[in-house]
């Protein structure tokens, strides 16, 4: 249900690297590297079809961002909107497909459908209504089905959906509108998304920890399952244990040596020991804690 947009290299300017994907797009940001990873010079010298796309958006504006990738084959460039995107999403990648048309002197671009548009008419593709239909849709199958939600990449973290807040959505008419904010407000929570780690015991048992660290606003999902990067080498039903892990600081907390582990306690417990006021339902897994204090950490450790 994702909307991808087509612009022909006719001028044969060739496939540009990442760092010329950036150039173009002027104020876009890349969402596949980290700049302060090893790595990350060299990613931007790579010609971005040697990956399958990349990932670009604006910075504090997108909530999904759009995918840009070459076709060698077809000597075109394509810009996947993904499906449900945020308003701010759609304009986003418009408003890069016009620079990228000015990049590669042309003019015309070509739907999955074969309908045409050019940089001055691409803004009026009635995506409002892509978004409005697929956030039916996603109500409609959620309604049918036995999933307890429908989960979607963001930027910064996933979000996931299900029939009540769907529902809320759907039956206003700003429901566009609503939903692009409320997909947009939870990339950017001032918070540290915890991160899911797996570790194999000795007889083979394989246990998941979460780790909270003492005063640092963190999201954890409430209900744990395994995350979408290690779906392919790990099972739900391999898991023997979720645990949370409570990091303290003894000392400077610029200093890594001052951060240790207080205690492991079980997933559950530790959610029915925290205090009403000290955490947020997000979305329909997700939970927002609130820093706590080295107080409240030994307290939930008892």
Request: with cysteine; proline share 3%; charged share 30%.
């Amino acid at each position: 249900m994702s909307t991808s947009l087509f612009i022909e290299d006719i001028h044969h300017k060739g496939c540009i690297t990442v760092e010329q994907a950036l150039e173009i797009g002027q104020d876009f940001s890349q969402y596949v590297v980290q700049e302060d990873a090893e790595e990350y010079n060299e990613f931007l010298k790579e010609k971005i079809n040697n990956f399958e796309c990349i990932l670009l958006g604006k910075d504090n504006i997108s909530a999904r961002g759009f995918e840009l990738s070459y076709d060698d084959k077809t000597d075109s460039y394509a810009v996947r909107i993904f499906a449900p995107s945020s308003i701010a999403d759609y304009e986003s990648a418009f408003d890069y497909i016009k620079k990228l048309c000015v990049f590669l002197e042309n003019d015309n671009i070509t739907t999955e459908d074969n309908e045409t548009y050019t940089a001055d008419t691409i803004s009026a593709y009635n995506y409002k209504e892509q978004i409005r239909c697929t956030l039916e849709a996603i109500y409609d199958d959620l309604k049918n089905s036995d999933h307890e939600y429908f989960e979607i990449f963001g930027l910064c973290r996933p979000v996931a959906l299900n029939k009540k807040i769907v529902k809320e959505i759907i039956k206003s008419k700003e429901a566009v509108e609503n939903f692009s904010s409320f997909i947009t407000d939870l990339q950017y929570i001032d918070a540290h998304s915890a991160r899911q780690k797996l570790y194999k015991e000795d007889d083979g048992s394989v246990f998941g920890v979460y780790t909270i660290t003492e005063t640092v606003p963190t999201i954890i999902p409430f209900t744990p399952c395994i995350a979408y990067e290690n779906a392919d080498t790990v099972k739900n039903s391999d898991i023997s244990q979720w645990l949370i892990g409570l990091v303290v600081i003894d000392g400077d907390p610029n200093n890594p040596e001052s951060y240790s582990v207080y205690k492991y306690i079980e997933h559950k417990k530790f959610v029915k020991k925290l205090p009403g006021k000290k955490y947020t339902m997000l979305d329909a897994k997700y939970i927002l804690i609130q820093g706590l204090s080295r107080k409240e950490i030994e307290s939930i450790a008892k």
